[in-house]
């Protein structure tokens, strides 16, 4: 089970053909989605040109520093490392700073074959050459943190990513590569937040596949020491599109709005668990052990991080089922003149346009003349 409340992580097969189809697997080799297990880094692979060959030189104490943005400015990017949409890291798309990275990272690799000597301290924050085992090549990096007394946790500079390296894949840096500014922006994604108290795997990678590899705009709607909340735009296709809305719109995360007077007590709070939510009513959902196969129905696909599916073999009797609906649908006719505020998280129950009819329901979201629920059994589950 996925470590937010009630998602699952599953594997799908489909074992009406023959031979048996993996989902997951069909995904991947057509093209249209990205292992999950790991965040999407391109950048490290971007190393090619030629820089003036540094001359070995003693080791010197320089000013280093990092891109610079303005409030409202609009930019190209690349996303070069994805860790969640709270975090994650672009790239300037200059070709003229690129060039000399590219040509930069050349040069820091014969630099660093020819530096034998090792480093034998180093303390946090300070520059450094660290060995990246991704493809076998020096790059520029900052020291996070150390992990034990020869290892060190480092950040590289230009990319986003890390990795922790023992001493031996580190070297002193020379003040010549330290004079083209860090080219990795720290970024957050503007207007969403998590639906859970955490960003979702699904949401995580959903962000991976439509950034990886694409010329993107970025305005910049406020600047931190931490680094630029930032709109991302995709113009690829012709028509714009806010990758922000894009999450919002598969249900991966929630639209952040700033609170105001007229809707302070509707507006949306931090994302807290639903059964923390659930003052009224206590509710529970389905359990079944990790790993276990079981013979299920698709009900609704979001996108392939989020399925709704039905066990093929329900636990709760049909017929029991269809009496409690009918219940609950003389009940809800009878409330008709009560008044009804819902939180988020509370269960509660909501009329479906689609048939009309009344079902069990947890809301997602509350808007000022609206509320967003999850319909807990489908039209398709009772029948």
Not at 198 to 218: F, H, I, P, R, S
Not at 285 to 314: D, H, M
Request: charged content about 25%; glycine content about 4%; some cysteine.
């Amino acid at each position: 089970m996925d470590e937010n409340e009630n998602t699952f992580a599953v594997e799908l097969t489909d074992t009406s053909v023959t031979p048996m189809i993996n989902v997951r697997e069909s995904l991947l080799e057509s093209g249209h989605a990205v292992d999950g297990d790991a965040a999407i880094s391109t950048g490290l692979e971007r190393s090619t040109g030629m820089l003036q060959e540094v001359n070995d030189q003693k080791p010197d104490k320089v000013d280093w520093t990092w891109v610079t943005l303005t409030p409202k400015q609009v930019i190209d990017v690349m996303v070069c490392m994805v860790y969640s949409p709270r975090e994650f890291y672009c790239q300037i798309l200059n070709s003229d700073d690129l060039k000399v990275l590219k040509e930069l990272n050349i040069a820091l690799a014969e630099y660093c074959q020819k530096t034998t000597t090792c480093v034998s301290k180093i303390a946090k924050g300070e520059p450094c050459c660290a060995y990246f085992s991704g493809d076998g090549r020096w790059y520029r990096a900052l020291v996070e943190e150390s992990t034990s007394d020869d290892a060190f946790k480092v950040q590289f500079v230009d990319y986003g990513n890390n990795e922790v390296v023992t001493l031996d894949k580190l070297r002193q840096i020379s003040s010549t590569f330290l004079k083209l500014p860090f080219q990795a922006i720290r970024c957050w994604l503007s207007g969403v937040r998590p639906i859970n108290k955490d960003w979702t795997t699904e949401a995580v990678v959903a962000l991976q596949m439509y950034t990886a590899g694409k010329k993107l705009q970025a305005r910049v709607v406020s600047l931190t020491t931490d680094g630029a909340e930032v709109e991302l735009i995709d113009s690829s296709a012709g028509s714009p599109m806010m990758i922000s809305e894009i999450l919002i719109n598969k249900h991966l995360a929630f639209k952040k709005e700033a609170p105001s007077n007229q809707n302070m007590l509707l507006c949306e709070s931090p994302a807290i668990d639903f059964k923390e939510m659930s003052v009224y009513a206590q509710w529970t959902t389905e359990e079944y052990p990790v790993n276990e196969t079981i013979s299920v129905r698709v009900l609704q696909v979001i996108n392939p991080g989020l399925i709704y599916v039905v066990p093929t073999k329900a636990k709760v009797d049909p017929q029991k089922l269809h009496g409690l609906m009918l219940q609950l649908a003389d009940y809800c006719t009878s409330q008709n003149n009560q008044i009804f505020k819902p939180k988020v998280g509370e269960a509660c129950c909501a009329r479906f346009s689609g048939d009309d009819h009344w079902y069990r329901a947890v809301v997602l979201e509350v808007f000022v003349s609206e509320v967003k629920v999850v319909v807990k059994y489908s039209v398709q589950f009772i029948k």
